[in-house]
């Protein structure tokens, strides 16, 4: 790479804070300062998820990241992506630690860590190493030797309860009535960081490398267990951990604006009183967006025989009409057995079939197919894996196409795009399920006569909407 290709990295960045400063002076806003806590609800924070601003900000992290990737000692950079397992573990030491609560009611000026080890009973010069490696990360701030405060990153993890209250809580108590992101990121640093350490293992060995099955998966490994994941967590004994994923679901939510599903699949040209059913759909949640948004839309919304339970509540609580007037109907059905909803609108199918592999992934499309019409839609949305070169399977689908890129950016955006490729993984560890490039989505969709005829990357979304007719 020639220094001229250093400069053109450069400018990407520069050009993209100039479009972040335009705006932002127009609105008479100052960037928000790494060393504040984040605040979600100022309007600065609305500015800066706006397309536009999303763009910019992308390009800057993708251009950041393959200049720091240019320009340091190759074998400096392998190590730190070979130990980034550190930077895991410590995320979840400062969570659990409660180090995020105890360093927030400090203020300011910070505590040092012989206080924090007397709140947490813990040894204070680990606290330190911790907090050290995490403060060079941008996680938390040294603002003398040995005394820590909170920074934006830090606050993100924060549960906003006092520090006493959550140094005495379990793992899954902590996160209750929170934002959550701290139990998404707790459970990721646990459960993902111990599958993911014997992925080389899962992948390397014939008996498991070509496993499709969801008890014959890493975290079936790590865990020395037959059970499913799921299964695993309604054993008495992992409770907590269960609780914990339920909220880390929530917590996920925040990965993308609240009503990403409005924008891309334009659900209020569907005819008046077409059905919508969301297989797979939990309590229902996303169904609640769109038929708040689109009155004239019935809804089916599927799912197991507990959760349908807990959906029946949901909707008593927040939309009870729809439930009395039948708009919206809860239904338990098992998305392997044939579809009992004949000619629906749509079906939806929202992180569903980045839980399973191929050969699952086909019957449930293949039982969808069963009960479709000729006018019949299938959205599916799931993160859609970018390729990192240009692939002429995006050219012929229209919305398929990313946004083309500045040279010499790689096409998916580098490290902008980090989640999709370690949600793929996590995917895997726990089921043997994948999120999938657009070209494998196409062919397992085709195989299962569904055709592909929109794609909707929505801004600001690790989501993508997939649009398909049947053939
Ligand atoms: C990751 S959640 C997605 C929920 C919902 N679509 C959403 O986006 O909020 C996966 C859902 O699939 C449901 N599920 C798993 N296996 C199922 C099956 N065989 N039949 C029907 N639903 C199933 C789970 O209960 C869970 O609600």
Not at 96 to 114: F, K, M, T
Not at 282 to 302: D, H, T
Not at 357 to 370: A, G, Q, T
Not at 428 to 438: D, H, I
């Amino acid at each position: 790479m020639a220094v001229s290709s250093l400069r053109a990295l450069a400018q990407i960045i520069t050009d993209s804070i100039d479009v972040i400063e335009g705006r932002l002076t127009n609105a008479s806003e100052t960037f928000p300062s790494l060393d504040e806590p984040f605040d979600p609800s100022t309007s600065v924070e609305s500015i800066l998820v706006e397309p536009e601003m999303s763009r910019a900000t992308s390009l800057i992290i993708a251009a950041a990241a393959q200049l720091t990737a240019a320009v340091r000692r190759p074998f400096q950079t392998i190590m730190d992506d070979a130990l980034s397992f550190h930077l895991s573990w410590c995320v979840r030491a400062a969570i659990d630690g409660s180090l995020v609560e105890i360093v927030r009611e400090a203020g300011p000026q910070g505590i040092h860590v012989n206080d924090i080890a007397a709140m947490n009973n813990t040894d204070p010069q680990k606290i330190a190493r911790i907090l050290r490696l995490l403060t060079n990360n941008h996680i938390f701030r040294e603002v003398s030797p040995d005394v820590f405060a909170s920074n934006r990153l830090s606050s993100v993890l924060d549960t906003g309860k006092p520090a006493k209250e959550v140094v005495s809580q379990s793992l899954a108590e902590r996160h209750a009535g929170t934002p959550s992101i701290a139990a998404f990121a707790a459970m990721m640093s646990d459960e993902g960081m111990k599958c993911g350490a014997i992925m080389p293992e899962h992948f390397l060995d014939p008996q498991s490398s070509f496993s499709g099955e969801p008890n014959g998966t890493p975290f079936n490994r790590a865990y020395k267990t037959d059970l499913s994941l799921f299964d695993w967590y309604k054993k008495e004994e992992n409770e907590a951990y269960l609780r914990r994923f339920g909220l880390a679901m929530f917590g996920s939510r925040k990965l993308e604006p609240a009503n990403s599903i409005l924008s891309g699949f334009q659900w209020q040209d569907l005819p008046k009183g077409s059905t919508v059913v969301d297989v797979g759909g939990g309590v229902g949640s996303l169904s609640l967006i769109i038929a708040e948004a689109v009155p004239n839309l019935n809804f089916v919304i599927q799912d197991s025989q507990l959760t349908i339970s807990h959906a029946e509540e949901f909707w008593k609580e927040k939309m009870p009409s729809a439930l009395d007037s039948g708009r919206v109907k809860l239904q338990v059905h098992d998305f392997f057995t044939p579809q009992p909803v004949k000619g629906a609108s749509v079906f939806l199918l929202r992180s569903i079939l980045h839980d399973w592999s191929d050969p699952y992934v086909k019957k449930i499309l293949n039982s969808l197919k069963e009960s479709a019409t000729p006018e019949t839609k299938l959205v599916v949305v799931d993160a859609i894996v970018p390729y990192s070169c240009p692939a002429a399977v995006t050219e012929g689908i229209p919305g398929a196409a990313l946004d083309p890129v500045p040279s010499p950016l790689l096409p998916s955006l580098g490290k902008a795009n980090s989640y999709a490729y370690q949600a793929d993984m996590s995917m895997w560890a726990y089921f043997n399920g994948q999120n999938r490039t657009l070209g494998h989505s196409v062919s397992l969709s085709e195989e299962c006569g569904w055709e592909v005829v929109h794609v909707h990357h929505v801004p600001g979304s690790f989501f993508g909407q997939i649009v398909c007719v049947p053939t």
